[in-house]
């Protein structure tokens, strides 16, 4: 599925429709340039499952969890990840298998890690406008609901 978003304010609301239907379970890993919408399309998925409070890109952390939604929110940013076993001390598994809904910035660092059913979400900037993304989504199960 592709979609093309011409403002911050739609990539938010796709993240909100995929929030709003996201089971327990869903893994989402965002491949895409800095600044090209993945903390944004995050915000918009936890509004969707109702999380109210700030949510950040987490860099130097590496893990927040939100617990105050419809299903906990686990937001990874593993750019500064160098090894993928590094992962495990973070607790990535009970990320993955803990009920919620785990969402992976930079994902490609940890790819051998990803269960299979993992949605897969790259953001690419369109060079006639620096507003405008093409957000490429696979592997999702409710495509039907973001149209």
């Not at 994902?107 to 949605?119: F, G, N, S």
């Amino acid at each position: 599925m592709e979609i093309i978003s011409h403002s911050a304010e739609e990539t938010f609301l796709i993240g909100k429709k995929i929030g709003e239907n996201a089971s327990p379970g869903l893994v989402i890993a965002f491949y895409g340039d800095l600044g090209a919408g993945k903390t944004v399309m995050t915000k918009g998925i936890a509004r969707g499952l109702g999380i109210q409070g700030m949510i950040t890109s987490p860099t130097f952390t590496i893990l927040q969890i939100a617990e105050e939604g419809r299903l906990p929110l686990y937001h990874l940013d593993v750019y500064r990840i160098d090894d993928p076993d590094e992962m495990e001390e973070i607790g990535l598994d009970d990320c993955l298998y803990g009920g919620g809904v785990t969402v992976i910035e930079w994902a490609e660092r940890i790819e051998e890690l990803l269960p299979a059913d993992t949605v897969r979400v790259t953001i690419e900037r369109l060079p006639e406008n620096a507003d405008t993304r093409r957000i490429t989504i696979e592997n999702l199960r409710f495509e039907e609901k973001l149209r």
